[in-house]
Every structure is written in structure tokens, then in C-alpha cells.
Antibody
């Protein structure tokens, strides 16, 4: 049974950065890609990007390109997502999800519990 | 403004059948498969339907998906109180090089 456990809630100041971790267990880490999806308060889901740990290949949504960095540590089966230059519009719950495969048309099979990021001065 | 369009709300009584629509374009639904997710209050989303009409193991057959052209639908038959949740459609968008979601539909069981 695949389990994704994310790091705890964060409170950040505008202009700073936040890095969220996602520890995967119970499956083959490198054979899949991992996506990050965020959900602003009362809003819908927004895909941010993904990484294929086996190849260390990342793909980002155009909106987040240059401001979001997704990395993976195969030795600890952990995926990371860092957002820089935070604004109030980045306040959201951030989810990591394991994809059904490594192809771009894969879907999200398993989800982490979510990490709330609050941006406040 | 979401790339995929869903009605913001839907409702039904226990035992009824309800459908939720998802409208896109030739760059997403028209050329790629559609997935549906259920998000119960305060929890992470869960995949309900993938590849237009496939159910993961453990998902009741009360849930079904279909697609025609640039639109897709999720149908829930034999509505139950525990189906009250937000539902999201998703599809790869070729022009955006990544998946896009609908704005979500809040289902209320009356």
C-alpha cells in the first residue's frame, strides 16, 4: 500500500520561500512520477509540476516555471517542492501525489495528506 | 478561471442518479483521456474514474464515466449520503504541457 506523508504546516512571510517534503513508502519509488497539486482556500485543484525520480526529469506548469523547484532524493524516497517569492496568492494546501506512470497523461493514484502554507507578514 | 468547465453545484436525493458534466476543448478532453476525483470535506482527493471510464479497485460500480468529443460526464447512481463531496475532472492539455482540472462541482445529497 503506497503511503505519502508530507511535512507539517508552514507560516511564511511574503517574499520568502517554502520547501515541502513528501516521504513515499510501500511502493517502487523510481518507477513512477510524482506531482504537486495545490488548493487555495475554498478553491479548486491546480497542478504545479512533476518529477520522474528515475531520470531526474521535471516538468512545470507554465504559471509556476521559474518559481517552483521540484526535487527527489532516491536514497530516502522523498520528493520536495520549493516555492520562492511567496505572496498571499500562494496561501494554499499543497498536495503531493504519485502518478500512475511516468507518461504525461498519467493520473494521480495516491495523495499525501496535504500541507497548509500560510503567507502572512 | 479553470480550463475545464464544471457546474459549481449539483444535488440529488438518496437513491437518485445524478450526472456532473465537464467541458473542455480539442487540446485537452478532445485528444486525451479524462479522470475524475472525489474530495470529501477536509480530506485529500481520491481517484474515482481514470481513462474516461475505468474504475480503480474499491470504487463502487455506482460511479461511471463517459466521454464524447470535448465533453465528459461522471454519473452517480443510487446516490448515498456519503457521496456528498466535491468532484473534479482532469485531463492532459497538449498546449499547456500538463494536466488541467475543472473548477469542481459540490454535490449535495438532500
Amino acid at each position: 500500500q503506497v503511503q505519502l506523508v508530507q511535512s507539517g504546516a508552514e507560516v511564511k512571510k511574503p517574499g520568502s520561500s517554502v520547501k515541502v517534503s513528501c516521504k513515499a513508502s510501500g511502493g517502487t519509488f523510481s518507477s513512477y512520477s510524482f506531482s504537486w497539486v495545490r488548493q487555495a482556500p475554498g478553491q479548486g485543484l491546480e497542478w504545479m509540476g512533476r518529477i520522474i525520480p528515475l531520470l531526474d526529469i521535471t516538468t512545470y506548469a507554465q504559471k509556476f516555471h521559474g518559481r517552483v523547484t521540484i526535487t527527489a532524493d532516491k536514497s530516502t524516497t522523498t520528493v520536495y517542492m520549493e516555492v520562492s517569492s511567496l505572496t498571499s496568492e500562494d496561501m494554499a494546501v499543497y498536495y503531493c501525489a504519485r502518478d500512475s506512470g511516468t507518461y504525461s497523461g498519467s493520473y494521480r493514484t495516491n495523495w499525501g495528506q496535504g500541507t497548509l502554507v500560510t503567507v502572512s507578514s | 478561471q479553470s480550463v475545464l468547465t464544471q457546474p459549481p453545484s449539483a444535488s440529488g436525493t438518496p437513491g437518485q442518479r445524478v450526472t456532473i458534466s465537464c467541458t473542455g476543448s480539442s487540446s485537452n478532453i478532445g485528444s486525451n483521456t479524462v479522470n475524475w476525483y472525489q474530495q470529501l470535506p477536509g480530506t485529500a482527493p481520491k481517484v474515482l474514474i481514470y481513462s474516461d471510464n475505468q474504475r480503480p479497485s474499491g470504487v463502487p460500480d455506482r460511479f461511471s464515466g463517459s466521454k464524447s468529443g470535448t465533453s465528459a460526464s461522471l454519473a452517480i447512481s443510487g446516490l448515498q449520503s456519503e457521496d456528498e463531496a466535491d468532484y473534479y475532472c482532469e485531463a492532459l492539455d497538449d498546449s499547456l504541457n500538463g494536466p488541467v482540472f475543472g473548477g469542481g462541482t459540490k454535490l449535495t445529497v438532500l
